[in-house]
């Protein structure tokens, strides 16, 4: 007999005793509904000769499914890998004023009215002072992301038109972003200059030389990787000076875009944002949810007439952030103005965490665990910075380390608990950087590792 017809329908299965608290929960037409997709994907599975699976189990699956669709989406996870702007997990956690400040704005708000005036106001006129006071330019503009600047500037000052960009940056960031492509997009020319690994003021100059129509000089920093040996690039003050001689404006992509120098916390210096401005750079770009610690966002710095240009350019409607960015920016950026961001902006207290004070934190959490039973080990080990800043650049950090029979198998079990845990396997071993495990994750975090350690050992 064909096995598929063992299947049970879809009736038998809504009358089966487990459906009942199903049925309650998530609805008639929402059961059905998963119960179809379960059913189909088992019939599948035994048209592959796997053998059809108990009423029960299959219920489980469908109220696994009912459960994942009433469940919003991103869910929190615990990031225990060490990469403090983790990609994957959603680059920086925003602090308590962001969220509390985001959460006020998501009810009315004064977005776009003037409370003085008593009538229409500006969107970004809160957020732009703050970006104006604390890197010195003489305007800012926000948009959705950084790749969403560096198009809308492109547009705006180079459509048509050429752009002159070193061999040595004509980077892929990752996600899709390549400046070659963002650049065709924008309808602006790419001119390329120099060398992979070495670029001259004169190769900037000799198509100014030339006469070429250039709108605009960019320099893009390399974010997520290091030239290293023969190499050299124009500083930005000589790109801006050369710029200045033909009447040429120079943007800079800074990606991370810091705030603070990275330098006093034993990392290399990342570019600062101010450094950019001071240099003279008319744009100078970079992200929202990268060093700066905040939501994703775009924001460009530098002078008024080329900002100007961008506010009123029909792309920007297109590119605008919406209120919670600009609640929970205006929220970062506060912190920098009064002096407390390595206390109060998650990716920056996580740079500025000692490790000693990471040793402590690791001791205490083994003693917990050690006491459940749980041979956990505390060993040394490197966080990074991630988020396309500080290539090769590591923190000395502390680790918990556990040694199960299989590691990958524990490290599925962590993915599972609730919020899942995400560590790293390293020397058949999986790691925990206790550097990226957030303060208020703590008693989740233990329990987690307890729950798929005894699960571990039951399999
Ligand atoms: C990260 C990065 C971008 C893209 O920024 P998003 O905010 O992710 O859109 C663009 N340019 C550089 C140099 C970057 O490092």
């Known amino acids: 007999m064909d096995p598929r017809r063992a299947l049970p329908s879809v009736d038998r299965l809504l009358k089966a005793e487990g459906a009942a608290p199903l049925l309650a929960a998530f609805g008639h037409e929402a059961l059905v509904e998963a119960l179809r997709e379960v059913l189909a994907e088992v019939r599948a599975k035994v048209q592959q000769g796997e053998p059809v699976p108990s009423e029960a189990a299959m219920l489980e699956r469908a109220a696994t499914r009912l459960a994942r669709w009433h469940t919003p989406r991103p869910r929190p996870v615990i990031n225990a890998t060490g990469v403090i702007l983790h990609t994957n997990l959603g680059r920086a956690p925003l602090s308590s004023a962001a969220l509390e400040a985001i959460r006020a704005a998501s009810a009315y708000s004064d977005l776009e009215f003037d409370l ?46 050429g752009v002159l960009i070193s061999r040595g940056q004509l980077i892929e960031i990752g996600g899709g972003f390549r400046i070659p492509e963002v650049m065709a997009q924008s309808g602006a020319r790419l ?13 900037y100059e000799e198509p100014l030389v030339r006469g070429e129509d250039i709108a ?9 990787f290091r030239m290293i040996g023969f190499v050299s690039e124009v500083p930005l003050m000589d790109l801006v000076a050369l710029g200045e001689r033909y009447g040429i404006p120079v943007m800079d992509d800074l990606g991370s875009g810091a705030l603070l120098d990275t330098a006093a916390f034993g990392l290399a210096h990342e570019p600062m944002v101010q450094e950019s401005v001071a240099a003279g750079a008319a744009v100078v770009c970079f992200s929202g949810d990268k060093l700066l610690g905040g939501p994703q ?25 919406d209120k919670l960015t600009l609640a929970g920016l205006s929220a970062t950026l506060i912190h920098y ?4 961001a390595t206390r109060e902006i998650p990716v920056w207290r996580m740079i500025a965490t000692s490790p000693l004070e990471l040793e402590a934190r690791a001791r205490e959490w083994s003693a917990r665990l050690r006491a459940d039973g749980i041979p956990v080990e505390v060993r040394p080990t490197l966080s990074t910075v991630g988020g396309g800043s500080l290539p090769g650049e590591t923190l000395p950090s502390v680790a918990l380390v556990l040694r199960p029979p299989d590691p990958e198998a524990l490290m599925a079990t962590l993915r599972r608990t609730h919020p899942p845990i995400i560590a790293r396997v390293q020397d058949d071993a999986v790691w925990f950087d206790v550097r990226t495990v957030l303060p208020d994750q703590e008693a ?16």
Do not use: C, Y
Not at 191 to 203: M, Y
Not at 299 to 321: C, D, N, Q, T, Y
Not at 337 to 340: I, P, S, V
Not at 444 to 459: K, M
């Open 337 to 340: 103005l009064k002096g407390e």
């Open 116 to 161: 003085e005036a008593g009538e229409r106001g500006e969107r970004q006129a809160a957020v732009e002072e703050l970006l104006r006071r604390l890197t010195g330019a003489e305007a800012a503009l926000v948009v959705n992301n950084n790749a969403a600047a560096v198009l809308l500037a492109l547009t705006t000052l180079a459509r048509g038109r």
């Open 191 to 203: 001119i390329e200059v120099g060398t992979t690994n070495r670029t001259h003021l004169r190769d």
């Open 216 to 224: 605009l000089i960019l320099r893009a920093h390399h974010s997520n």
């Open 297 to 321: 966002a775009g924001i460009m710095v530098g002078k008024r007439e080329f900002l100007a240009r961008m506010r009123r350019h029909p792309l920007m409607r297109a590119l605008r952030p």
């Open 444 to 459: 989740d975090f233990l329990q987690g590792i307890r729950q798929a350690w005894r699960s571990a050992l039951i399999r």
